[in-house]
Structures are given as C-alpha cells and as structure tokens.
C-alpha cells in the first residue's frame, strides 16, 4: 500500500502556518506523544510506583522499542536495544570493534563526519594509551584509506553539514575484504532514507531517534551489534542493565547475552513512552516512498532555489544516490539569512562556517511548503532582509 502522506501530516502537530525543515536536527511533535507520556506518569508512574518495572513492561521497553526502530533500518529482530546518548553508543561501538581487533591500531574516518563522533573516537584512543590512532580523509578518500592496517571504519552515512550519503554496501564490503570492521552513525539516516544493515553486513551502527523518527528533545538513542558479533562483542562500559542478572547483584560482570549487553544504565522510561508513541506514525509508512518523496523535495528546492538565488552555493550533491534527506547551501552571511528565514516562518539551521541547512520529512512536508520556502528566501535574498543587526546576533545554539 502506497504511502498516504496526507494522513501522515494530520499525525502531527506543528503550528499554523509555519513550514519547518528542521526534522533533521529536531523533529516536530507528534500528536499521540503528550498522552501517551501522561499515560507512563499518571497511570504508570503514578498508580503502580516502583511495580511498573513489571506491570507496565518499563524493563523490556529497550528490547520492544529496539524492534521496532529495527524494521526502520533494515537489522534483524533482537538486535537493537536502545537507551544512553548516541555519544555513549558511538564509545560503546568503536571500543567493541577495537577489541574484537586486538592486532589493529587505526580508526578510519572521515572529515565531515560529526565532531561528537570524532571526540569519542580520539578520546578513546588516547584513554586505551596503546598506539591506537584515528586516522581523517576527505570522504571521497575514504574507500581507497581502506587497507589492512584499519581495525574499524567509523563512518556517518550522512553527513550532518552536507547531506552527502556514504554508499554503506561497498564501503561495508572493501572494509571486510581488508579484515576491519564497520560502525556506522545513521543519526541523519533513520527515518530518512532506506537503510540494510543486514544486507550491507554492517558490524555496528547507532542513531538518534529526535531528529526523524520525531521521540523528542533528549530521546534515547540506539545500537545496532550484528547477530555474529551478539554473543562475543565485550562491552566496555558494563553497566548493571547489561549483566546477565542485574538483581542477582553479582560482585563480577557476566555479559547478557545478545545485544543486551549493550544496556548501560537505567532507561528513560518517559522518554521512551514518547518514543513509543512516535514510532506508530511509521506503522503506514513504506521507507521507499519516504525516499522517493524525499527525493522530488529536494530536488524542487534545489531548483527553485538556484534559479532565484545565484549568491547562493550548492554544497549537496545532485546525484540521487549521493544524497541524504537534506540540502545545504554556503553563504558568507550564512547565520544571518537563516535567521532572517526563520522570522519568517521558515526554520532550517545553520552550520558553521557558512551553511544553511535544510532537512525534508515527506511525513509533513509537501510540495507547497518547499515551493513558498524556496520564494520567501529568495525574497530575503534579493532585498538583503538579513542585513540587520538581530539577525547577525548569534545565539548560543544554531
């Protein structure tokens, strides 16, 4: 059944008359969230107290939501769990890749990956203090970086700034053919383009679930370990929630099997009674027509945008394949115009140095929304509207 994206935009609730292409960084609220979180505070938290770790099913919400977020990314069932941020994830990952290859010292990535990925990676090398070094190419050079001196590539499918997309399938396959492993950041991939990570024989991967899966500011993020690494993978962080027993409240660590050693603390159960919420919008959702979708977007935007804003530089590929859900522009005055866009009704975000970034959700974006965004940044940029002093004040986040 084709995707009805009509229905899917009456799901959420986004303020008359503004047009947001911002589900990249934070996606809009959907309707069912404030009582399905008033449910897990009032009837749940409220009426059952500490029982509701058994009643309402709070301990197995990380396993049954990871499920859910599974069919979204192509992994198999059992091999999501969610909870921690997508740094601790990304930590968790990398550490479990390194030590899987005793024998290797490099972490590849690449110089439009997103800073929080390349902190952790640096972090944990110099915390293993045993000659391990991250090692950064131009995104075009990552396949051909690919030798038997990587012990783990660590690479984000899209890329946050640009909107450039990785092709995970044969990076996955030069990566393997030279003995490393895979991690992949799919922060701007889940919920935007079709994802295999189990036809692509990723090793690991983690995401986000606020930006297009839509759980909300500080939703929990996920990991994704490959059913063959479940049963081995050692976890460096071992919380209690990862142990085999976690109240038989041993003195040493035993791992849980599967990818719930991968739990780390206590789950944000009302944020995950959000993200359950959130995750029903996708119940009549075909990843395939998001993406078609996504793709007539972006490309009327990019169309209409060229053609009306010359000062304007495309920093997002044009090749379909090339491209994640979002497009991004360089201007000097980048900050300004967005700002000047988003007084208007129009809310991207900007990326330092210089880019304007747009994000494109089909679930409650339609073709009018890019066409009247495309003409009120046009109009900003032919009257030099952003030139003005409130525009040019930076605010703490952009």
């Given at each position: 059944?084709?995707?009805?994206?009509?229905?899917?935009?009456?799901?959420?609730?986004?303020?008359?008359?503004?047009?947001?292409?911002?589900?990249?960084?934070?996606g809009?609220l959907?309707?069912?969230?404030?009582?399905?979180?008033?449910?897990a505070?009032?009837?749940?938290?409220?009426?059952?107290?500490?029982?509701?770790w058994?009643?309402?099913?709070?301990?197995e919400?990380?396993?049954?939501?990871?499920?859910?977020?599974?069919?979204?990314?192509?992994?198999?069932?059992?091999?999501?769990?969610?909870?921690?941020?997508?740094?601790?994830?990304v930590?968790?990952?990398?550490?479990?890749?390194?030590?899987?290859?005793?024998?290797?010292?490099v972490?590849?990535?690449?110089n439009?990956?997103?800073?929080?990925?390349?902190?952790?990676?640096?972090g944990?090398?110099?915390?293993?203090?045993?000659?391990?070094?991250?090692?950064?190419?131009?995104?075009?050079?990552v396949?051909?970086?690919?030798?038997?001196?990587i012990?783990?590539?660590?690479?984000t499918?899209?890329?946050?700034?640009?909107?450039?997309?990785h092709?995970?399938?044969?990076?996955?396959?030069k990566?393997?053919?030279?003995?490393?492993?895979t991690?992949?950041?799919?922060?701007?991939?889940a919920?935007?383009?079709?994802?295999?990570?189990?036809?692509?024989?990723?090793?690991?991967a983690?995401?986000?679930?606020?930006?297009?899966?839509n759980?909300?500011?500080?939703?929990?993020?996920?990991?994704?370990?490959?059913?063959?690494?479940a049963?081995t993978?050692?976890?460096?962080?071992?919380?209690?929630?990862?142990?085999?027993?976690p109240?038989?409240?041993?003195?040493?660590?035993?791992?849980?099997?599967?990818?719930?050693?991968?739990?780390?603390?206590?789950?944000?159960?009302?944020?995950?009674?959000?993200?359950?919420?959130?995750?029903?919008?996708?119940?009549?959702?075909?990843?395939?027509?998001?993406?078609?979708?996504?793709?007539?977007?972006?490309?009327?935007?990019?169309?209409?945008?060229?053609a009306?804003?010359?000062?304007?530089?495309?920093?997002?590929?044009?090749?379909?394949?090339?491209?994640?859900?979002?497009?991004?522009?360089?201007?000097?005055?980048?900050?300004?115009?967005?700002?000047?866009?988003?007084?208007?009704?129009?809310?991207?975000?900007?990326r330092?140095?210089?880019?304007?970034?747009?994000?494109?959700?089909?679930?409650?974006?339609?073709?009018?929304?890019?066409?009247?965004?495309?003409?009120?940044?046009?109009?900003?940029?032919?009257?030099?509207?952003?030139?003005?002093?409130?525009?040019?004040?930076?605010?703490?986040?952009?």
């Amino acid at each position: 059944m084709q995707t009805d994206f009509t229905a899917t935009r009456a799901l959420f609730d986004i303020p008359e008359g503004l047009i947001y292409l911002d589900g990249n960084s934070l996606g809009p609220l959907p309707r069912a969230v404030p009582a399905r979180v008033a449910q897990a505070m009032q009837a749940e938290w409220g009426q059952m107290l500490i029982t509701a770790w058994n009643k309402a099913g709070w301990m197995e919400q990380p396993a049954r939501l990871g499920d859910r977020a599974a069919r979204l990314i192509g992994a198999e069932p059992g091999s999501v769990t969610l909870g921690d941020t997508l740094s601790i994830k990304v930590f968790q990952a990398v550490s479990a890749a390194l030590q899987a290859r005793p024998e290797r010292r490099v972490i590849l990535s690449d110089n439009g990956n997103f800073p929080t990925d390349l902190y952790m990676a640096q972090g944990l090398a110099d915390l293993l203090a045993a000659g391990h070094e991250l090692r950064i190419v131009a995104p075009e050079a990552v396949e051909e970086a690919i030798d038997e001196t990587i012990a783990v590539t660590m690479l984000t499918e899209v890329d946050y700034r640009t909107g450039r997309k990785h092709d995970m399938k044969r990076l996955t396959a030069k990566a393997h053919a030279a003995g490393a492993l895979t991690f992949w950041d799919l922060a701007h991939s889940a919920g935007a383009v079709p994802v295999a990570l189990a036809e692509c024989g990723a090793d690991f991967a983690a995401g986000c679930t606020y930006k297009y899966l839509n759980a909300g500011p500080g939703a929990p993020a996920f990991i994704y370990v490959a059913p063959r690494h479940a049963a081995t993978v050692q976890p460096a962080l071992c919380g209690w929630l990862g142990h085999d027993a976690p109240f038989a409240f041993e003195q040493g660590y035993r791992p849980a099997p599967g990818t719930e050693r991968m739990r780390v603390g206590t789950p944000p159960v009302l944020q995950m009674a959000a993200l359950d919420a959130a995750l029903d919008v996708w119940d009549s959702v075909d990843m395939a027509d998001i993406r078609k979708q996504s793709l007539a977007l972006t490309d009327r935007f990019i169309a209409e945008v060229e053609a009306a804003c010359p000062d304007l530089t495309l920093v997002t590929p044009r090749n379909h394949a090339s491209r994640g859900s979002q497009v991004s522009f360089a201007h000097p005055e980048g900050y300004a115009i967005m700002q000047a866009l988003i007084a208007r009704g129009v809310i991207g975000d900007f990326r330092a140095p210089d880019i304007l970034r747009f994000g494109f959700t089909p679930l409650y974006i339609g073709m009018d929304e890019v066409e009247r965004a495309a003409a009120i940044l046009a109009e900003i940029m032919a009257t030099r509207a952003w030139d003005r002093p409130e525009f040019h004040a930076r605010a703490r986040v952009t």
